[in-house]
């Protein structure tokens, strides 16, 4: 795990647009890696649809997170960059929070200064804790960390609540407090992306969020203005259900799924990729151990 993350610290430090696709379930993180990607992205958006059902509005609490976070971490052998929300409550919460998740296997994790509950930053109607308070939630989040390549990524929604000049003294105060990465949240237009860029030299994150707030600008101009890491929080998920919708309704409105054979993939291709032919394996060679013992 130690070399997982300093593999993804090495990465981030060279600004070279990192591109993380998310992951809402153990399958979705497979199909990251197995695209070849070198990191994963745990979607807090993504983890309260795909287990609860529900938007992201604070409803998936520290248990549900980091227990998902373990899952995906399981099956990877890339660095995993996790949404931590708030840290789920004040700064001894935050020193909990990075605990677990450290515990969990992630790479990195973000904390944000929204008050709780939480809502996605692409939406509208957030609350920010106090500059200070926030600050004080990223030291406790540094302070807490065991492994020293473990990245903790502060992140503002102040462009919302308050305005976009608060959200750059907000980037200042974490990067002062010890973050190793900075998430100015939601930047509108391509102008206050830019500024983001020049003012920082800590390394930044920039969410490619579809359909919301921030421009969504060529990767290769992310990269020319220094950006360490693109997410892209919930493509796989949006992906996933449209084609999904589309397939019941095929079934639904023909009451035969013969003609959409096209739409599967292989069963065999999917135990491969789920690691049933490993586990089987595995199982034989303990049966035969077992047998040899008897």
């Known amino acids: 795990m130690t070399s997982r993350r300093r593999t993804l610290r090495t990465l981030v430090e060279t600004k070279q647009g990192l591109v993380v696709p998310g992951a809402y379930d153990g399958i979705s993180a497979r199909l990251v890696q197995q695209a070849g990607f070198p990191a994963v992205y745990m979607t807090g958006y993504g983890t309260a649809a795909s287990r609860l059902g529900l938007p992201d509005l604070g409803f998936a609490g520290l248990a549900e997170m980091a227990d998902h976070a373990r899952n995906l971490a399981a099956v990877l052998d890339v660095p995993l960059i996790a949404d931590a929300d ?79 000049d608060e959200a750059l003294r907000r980037g200042e105060a974490a990067a002062k407090a010890g973050a190793d990465v900075l998430f100015i949240e939601a930047p509108r237009d391509e102008a206050q992306v830019e500024r983001v860029a020049r003012t920082f030299d800590t390394p930044l994150l920039y969410n490619y969020a579809p359909g919301g707030r921030s421009p969504l600008l060529p990767f290769a101009r992310l990269r020319a203005l220094g950006f360490a890491i693109v997410i892209l929080p919930v493509d796989t998920l949006l992906v996933a259900v449209q084609a999904i919708r589309a397939f019941l309704a095929e079934v639904r409105a023909h009451d035969d799924v013969r003609a959409l054979a096209d739409r599967y993939m292989p069963f065999r291709e999917f135990n491969e990729l789920i690691g049933v032919t490993a586990q089987l394996g595995l199982a034989e060679r303990y049966g035969d151990a077992e047998r040899a013992a008897t």
């Open 86 to 164: 708030t840290g789920y409550g004040n700064a001894l919460n935050v020193r909990r929070t990075v605990q677990m998740y450290e515990a969990a296997g992630v790479a990195a994790l973000h904390i944000e200064d929204q008050v709780t509950p939480k809502r996605c930053g692409h939406l509208s109607g957030h609350q920010v804790i106090p500059r200070g308070e926030f600050a004080g939630k990223i030291r406790a989040a540094v302070d807490a960390r065991t492994d020293p390549d473990l990245l903790v990524i502060a992140r503002t929604d102040a462009i919302s609540a308050v305005d976009f």
